[in-house]
Structure formats: structure tokens, C-alpha cells
């Protein structure tokens, strides 16, 4: 498996046909040059003792959040990001193909803050390491980091892709946005303490809950079809979707499933509850959304 930065030349590996890609889709051009594997678990998962050969750790919990402030896993500035990526052998061509060892879950968090810094040619790896591993694909014994040339990826921002409390409060006194949160209905309900000390349980007021657990099947993402209905349930017939979690990731599976269902007009809440949840003015309700 090539390692290093990529020759001079054309781009080999195309760019990913949609925002997901299954394991052979993988396995068949893995180790072509210009293709580049992250791994992007987060929590218990990170750390895994095997990889896909040649991933590259793409550390959420780490170097690839925010931490000069108190909120989890909130978006690095785009210097930061850069400076990150770069050290992880990102070039501005290369082709991304990003995983989790959970099946989809913070991969889709590496997925969008890629495209909220300008980076569109990457893709999920749809059920993660465990589609990698059921399929009776090669793994290897996870590495310390990255060791390979730095790559030449700049990070040019999206505004709007990752959106702060002004947006969100506008969000939900706006008839054509759908504010939905994808934490568990029992979180979202208040009746489920939050698993982060000091935050208020329930939801804001307007917004609807729509579990990130339900865009799944399996391990794997719901095809198109079922990811429309299930959106439609939750936002009726609004096009426009600021989504929440508990601290930014889930949100990024709802962002995901919605790209698939075909939603263009797409916003993350960063902070999520981890910072709308905390003790202030910012209005908190707790029951079933009405």
C-alpha cells in the first residue's frame, strides 16, 4: 500500500460516486495512488486493534477538534484543520474514503467537517470496519500515526455548513426549516438523563426527533427510498434541515442519510446539545414534541 504522497500526474482514483461507497467498491481500488483511508473512530472505539490496510487516523476526539473551548468535538479553525490534514498526507486531489469501527457513526462527522472545509471528493464507508470485516476483507494491526509525506490540502471553508445558536433559534421560527434532533427519544423527551454532567434534558421548542439509529439498517444505511419517508415524517414537506445531536457527531449521520435522500440545503448544529443543553435563556421543553 502506498504510503506516501502521490506523484505528479493525474488523479488515478476518481472521485467517490455519492457521499456513500460499499466495501467492494473499496477493495477493489485500495492502494491506488491518490486514495487515501481515515479512520475516524471516536470513544471506545477508537483505538481498534485493526484497520483497513494503510488507514490513517483521522482523530475527532483528538487533533481534530476544538480545544480551546469547553464544548466537545466542535470544528477546528481552518488553519488548525489544514495543518491537520496536511500532516495526514491530504493532497487537494486526492479521493477519501472515511470509516468508523462502529458501522456508520463518526464517520459521517469526518465526512461532513471534510465538506464543510471545501473537500468534496469523499465518501463514508457504508457499515464501517464491520461491513469491512464481515465481507472477509484484509485487515492489519492498527499503527501508532501516520509516518508519510505531508500532502498539500487547503481548507477553504463553507459558511453555513456548521452553524452556532443564532442560526439554530432562527432556525426554529422559520415554517420552511426543520430543526431535527438525533439523539435517542428518551433524551430528547427528557425522560433519559444526559450522559454529559450539568446539561438540562429535553429539546428545544420546535424541534423534532428523528434518531440517527433509524437511518440504519443492519450497520448499514437505508436506501434512498426509506430515508425520504422517514425525513418526510420528521420535517413534512420543508427542504431546508439544521440538525442536532448531543455533541455534533449523530447530527453528521442525519446529514449524511439526508444527502443520500437527496436534501441539499443542509446545516450542523456544531454544539449541539452539549451547549444549548447548559444551564442559560436558551429555552429547553421536555415531552414529545408538539
Not at 44 to 58: E, I
Not at 254 to 267: H, I, K, P, S
Amino acid at each position: 500500500m502506498p504510503s506516501g504522497r502521490d506523484a505528479p500526474g493525474p488523479v488515478h482514483v476518481p472521485p467517490p460516486p455519492g457521499p456513500l461507497v460499499d466495501a467492494d467498491w473499496l477493495a477493489r481500488r485500495l492502494g491506488t495512488p491518490g486514495l487515501v483511508v481515515f479512520d475516524a473512530s471516536v470513544g471506545a472505539h477508537r483505538g481498534s486493534p485493526l484497520r483497513v490496510p494503510g488507514a490513517r487516523p483521522f482523530d475527532i476526539d483528538g487533533t481534530l477538534s476544538d480545544h480551546t473551548g469547553p464544548l466537545p468535538h466542535t470544528m477546528p479553525d481552518a488553519e488548525t484543520f489544514t495543518e491537520e490534514l496536511r500532516a495526514l498526507g491530504l493532497d487537494d486531489t486526492s479521493t477519501v474514503v472515511v470509516y468508523d469501527a462502529a458501522g456508520i457513526y463518526s464517520s459521517a462527522r469526518a465526512w461532513w467537517m471534510l465538506r464543510a472545509m471545501g473537500f468534496d471528493r469523499a465518501a463514508v464507508l457504508d457499515g464501517g470496519l464491520p461491513a469491512w470485516t464481515s465481507a472477509g476483507l484484509p485487515v492489519e494491526p492498527e499503527q501508532p500515526g501516520y509516518t508519510g509525506p505531508r500532502g498539500d490540502f487547503t481548507a477553504r471553508p463553507r459558511p453555513g455548513l456548521l452553524v452556532g445558536t443564532d442560526r439554530v433559534t432562527a432556525a426554529l421560527a422559520d415554517p420552511g426549516t426543520a430543526v431535527l434532533d438525533a439523539r435517542t427519544r428518551e433524551r430528547f423527551t427528557g425522560e433519559a438523563p444526559e450522559p454529559r454532567p450539568g446539561l438540562r434534558g429535553g429539546h428545544m421548542p420546535g424541534a423534532r426527533n428523528l434518531p440517527f439509529g433509524a437511518t440504519q439498517h443492519q450497520g448499514r444505511m437505508r436506501p434512498a427510498a426509506e430515508l425520504r419517508a422517514l425525513f418526510s415524517a420528521s420535517a413534512g414537506d420543508r427542504r431546508r434541515l439544521v440538525l442536532s445531536c448531543g455533541s455534533g457527531v449523530t447530527a453528521c449521520v442525519l446529514a449524511l442519510a439526508a444527502e443520500v435522500a437527496g436534501y441539499r440545503d443542509t446545516a450542523v448544529y456544531d454544539g449541539s446539545w452539549s451547549e444549548w443543553g447548559l444551564p442559560s435563556e436558551l429555552p429547553v421543553v421536555t415531552g414529545p414534541a408538539s
